[in-house]
């Protein structure tokens, strides 16, 4: 037995990856996720609005609120308008004989903390107890709000992970070397690599959102163009983390570890089980480097708000960013697999070759 | 029209009416701190078969490399056609074995932008000439190494490449799939293509037109086979085992070979032919001890080519 356990503990020792995951893997996770899994919400973002806005604004204070503006001449159409962009998450219109809170329903905690504290709210004399209407999921049906982001995370795992795996595969059967002596560019190579899985990805996407919306009867509202090109961007982004992810692999199991060790983060720090919003300052950056984080963004404003592309130009112009950075990491680092010689030359092969140095 | 000249497609015409020679001279490569080659220079001549031969960690693969441009050497010059006119066959399966043949070979054409009638007659030909005709429709991963090994030369053959580059082709192959190897890469060569193959195999190397023989990156000898096997030096004997004579020796089936670099053989040991296994051997044990009396006086354990194998 002791024979194995050394020969066991001479392998680990080098295979630092493993023991990596092992040792500071489970610190690191503990550490940031104890600080980003938070169901408690503060600083609710509301915007108040009509003539009593002010009034109503001095009644709702920090932390459970955070009271971002003012409208004196704010309707229900300004307030509603600022929900739907994902500005605020509650509203208080003005004015008429009770006063009207709107929240956004795809907000789910944030909406229940905000419930729960405009109930204990002390009242003014003379101030009618307001109305409060839920827009986007009424009912506050967890489905509705889950399926948009598991949609992205099922995507993230199929983009990332099988992508990864299918340029290591080519790298373990030594293609690759055969695909870099072919009279292929680099980005043949990678278009074509991705290629099938990006579509492949797309079409379980719309599998995902058609089951989402027979089974759980999540809702559809918006535009199905604005939503494509979110999914799109995103999907781009997350294929590029796949080729990525091989190009400094050597194997399936380093494909596979590396691929969990960017899919974890995304489920637990896009705001798909945990609000953003909620989490530490120190640990919220990190959700904002997530293309999972936009995605769910761009579904769930599409399919339960009606968001229009001018309400999620910044999701989508980060993913656009992402897409650039993460595909063009991933194309240097995979030509460099493709055309050492070019690498470490310097210089474009010439045809017929004479390759001095 | 040549199945190579139909396929070359607008590559440039060979100069002085003789077919192009690609090949590496005085190339040196260093991978970290390792000298992989040190100014290693392997001929590659159209219409003729080149053999780098070599124990393990010779430099064998790294010589390939330099010569298709997947590695390149610090000093030196690699020459090459451009890379639609190069067929290669790396040491691992070099194909893709959840595809068919037929998937295999269609998938090496559409890459070199064969057309299609084209592709298929000369899919046609590879099938006949490597075997595989039988099982154009079974899973690469399910043939056999040997068939493996042929399916994978015949996708670099399948453009009619000008310089076919193959990495220890008959490596783990049984003796009757090797033989069909070697006849496939021989027809390659009288087709026209400047074939450079890298070997552990001796007796492979002895039927190229030329032979480089490696050892730790160094060329020991090159040449003809006639012509390596010319310049053995001082004489080689034979003595029966089981006991080792003195001097550098080595196994040959129950014998031993001797070789006595001033030709004074020891008294258990009678002189023979050496032929081209013995000639590698002695190349190697030379380079190994450039003083003869010191190799005689403190022979080797083995020869320092001992990873050179014999073929099996």
Redesign the interface.
């Known amino acids: 037995m002791w024979a194995m356990v050394a020969k066991e503990f001479r392998e680990l020792r080098r295979d630092r990856r493993t023991v990596a995951m092992m040792i500071v893997l489970p610190v690191l996770l503990l550490v940031v996720f104890g600080y980003a899994a938070n169901f408690k919400v503060s600083d609710i973002p509301v915007v108040a609005v009509g003539p009593g806005a002010s009034q109503a604004a001095s009644l709702l204070r920090a932390p459970t609120f955070q009271v971002t503006e003012t409208d004196a001449a704010g309707t229900e159409a300004t307030a509603r308008a600022r929900l739907r962009d994902g500005q605020d998450v509650v509203a208080v219109v003005t004015g008429g004989s009770r006063p009207l809170v709107l929240m956004d329903g795809t907000q789910l905690f944030s909406v229940q903390t905000a419930e729960a504290a405009l109930g204990r709210l002390a009242r003014p004399p003379g101030v009618a107890a307001p109305r409060v209407r839920v827009l986007y999921n009424p009912d506050l049906t967890t489905s509705w709000v889950m399926v948009p982001g598991i949609a992205g995370m099922i995507l993230v795992f199929i983009g990332t992970l099988i992508t990864s795996l299918g340029v290591v595969r080519e790298r373990q059967s030594g293609t690759l070397e055969q695909l870099a002596v072919m009279p292929l560019r680099a980005w043949d190579v990678i278009a074509g690599k991705i290629a099938p899985y990006l579509l492949l990805a797309a079409v379980d996407m719309v599998f995902i959102i058609a089951i989402g919306m027979g089974v759980f009867h999540v809702p559809f509202t918006g535009n199905v163009g604005v939503f494509a090109v979110g999914a799109a961007l995103f999907l781009l982004v997350t294929t590029g983390m796949g080729v990525l992810i091989s190009t400094v692999s050597q194997n399936q199991g380093q494909a596979i570890q590396l691929a969990f060790m960017t899919l974890l983060p995304q489920v637990l720090l896009s705001g798909l089980i945990f609000p953003v919003s909620a989490m530490a300052a120190g640990v919220r950056w990190i959700s904002y480097l997530l293309p999972l984080t936009y995605f769910i963004e761009i579904s769930r404003g599409v399919m339960l708000k009606s968001a229009p592309v001018s309400a999620l130009w910044e999701p989508i112009g980060l993913l656009a960013v992402l897409a650039v950075v993460v595909l063009g990491l991933a194309i240097v680092r995979f030509r460099r697999d493709l055309a050492p010689s070019v690498r470490a030359s310097g210089e474009r092969p010439r045809t017929p070759e004479g390759a001095s140095a | 029209m040549s199945e190579r000249r139909a396929a070359r497609q607008g590559?440039?015409e060979p100069s002085g009416g003789h077919g192009?020679s690609w090949g590496l001279e005085d190339v040196r490569v260093t991978r970290g701190r390792t000298l992989a080659l040190d100014g290693v220079t392997v001929p590659a001549e159209p219409g003729s078969v080149t053999v780098v031969v070599g124990g393990d960690g010779a430099g064998k693969t790294t010589c390939l490399q330099v010569l298709?441009?997947?590695?390149?050497?610090?000093?030196?010059?690699?020459?090459?056609?451009?890379?639609?006119?190069?067929g290669?066959?790396?040491?691992?399966?070099?194909?893709?074995?959840d595809l068919t043949v037929d998937e295999n070979l269609d998938f090496t054409a559409r890459?070199?932008?064969l057309s299609g009638a084209d592709h298929d007659r000369r899919a046609d030909q590879i099938l006949d000439r490597t075997g595989l005709a039988g099982v154009r429709t079974r899973l690469g991963g399910h043939l056999s190494g040997g068939m493996q090994r042929k399916l994978a030369t015949g996708m670099a053959l399948l453009h009619a490449p000008e310089l076919l580059?193959i990495d220890e082709p008959t490596t783990g192959v049984d003796p009757v799939s090797r033989v069909e190897l070697w006849r496939l890469i021989a027809g390659a060569a009288a087709d026209g293509a400047a074939v450079v193959a890298s070997t552990t195999y001796v007796n492979e190397a002895s039927r190229a037109a030329r032979v480089v023989l490696l050892e730790a990156g160094k060329a020991l000898a090159s040449g003809t086979p006639d012509a390596i096997l010319r310049g053995v030096s001082g004489a080689v004997g034979t003595a029966p085992g089981p006991a080792r004579p003195a001097g550098p020796s080595w196994r040959r089936g129950a014998n031993w070979r001797v070789w006595s670099p001033d030709g004074r053989l020891p008294d258990d040991a009678s002189p023979v032919d050496p032929d081209f296994e013995d000639a590698v051997v002695v190349a190697a044990l030379a380079a190994a001890s450039p003083s003869s009396a010191s190799a005689s006086s403190s022979p080797p354990a083995s020869p320092p080519a001992r990873e050179a194998r014999r073929e099996r």
């Open positions: 590559a440039p192009m298709t441009g997947l590695l390149a050497p610090d000093s030196g010059t690699a020459r090459r056609p451009a890379k639609e006119h190069i290669y066959v790396p040491a691992t399966a070099g194909l893709y074995t890459a070199y932008r580059v």
